[in-house]
């Protein structure tokens, strides 16, 4: 059950931190700033940024696209990635595989 795979809120929690991290180091390799990013995906307010980077919050995955081209990272790419964190669940259904090299 999925219940049972997400074991708690704190795994949650951490998974998007860890996300968070993952974005910002994308994000500071190709030297941009948050705001820098914010235009580049098409927000108002860079704020949105930092709140993601802090794993306060998650892309919606209608913004995929839009991220992955200002990181200048393959939109497939981007997007697995997002699930690896987001929904750790599905993403061993589909790349089982990768949960081995990843463990």
């Given at each position: 059950?999925?219940?049972?795979?997400?074991?708690?809120?704190?795994?949650?929690?951490?998974?998007?931190?860890?996300?968070?991290?993952?974005?910002?180091?994308?994000?500071?390799?190709?030297?941009?700033?948050?705001?820098d990013l914010a235009e580049?995906?098409?927000?108002?307010y860079y704020t949105f940024?930092?709140?993601?980077?802090?794993?306060?919050?998650?892309?919606?995955?209608?913004?995929?696209?839009?991220?992955?081209?200002a990181l200048d990272i393959?939109?497939?790419?981007?997007?697995?990635?997002?699930?690896?964190?987001?929904?750790?669940?599905?993403?061993?259904?589909?790349?089982?595989?990768?949960?081995?090299?990843?463990?």
């Amino acid at each position: 059950m999925y219940a049972q795979y997400v074991r708690s809120a704190d795994h949650a929690r951490q998974l998007r931190q860890d996300a968070g991290r993952w974005l910002r180091s994308c994000r500071e390799a190709r030297a941009m700033t948050q705001r820098d990013l914010a235009e580049r995906v098409g927000l108002r307010y860079y704020t949105f940024i930092s709140q993601i980077e802090g794993g306060h919050g998650r892309i919606p995955p209608d913004q995929y696209e839009a991220w992955a081209i200002a990181l200048d990272i393959e939109p497939r790419d981007f997007a697995k990635s997002m699930l690896r964190y987001y929904d750790p669940f599905t993403f061993r259904l589909l790349f089982p595989e990768e949960m081995a090299v990843s463990a």
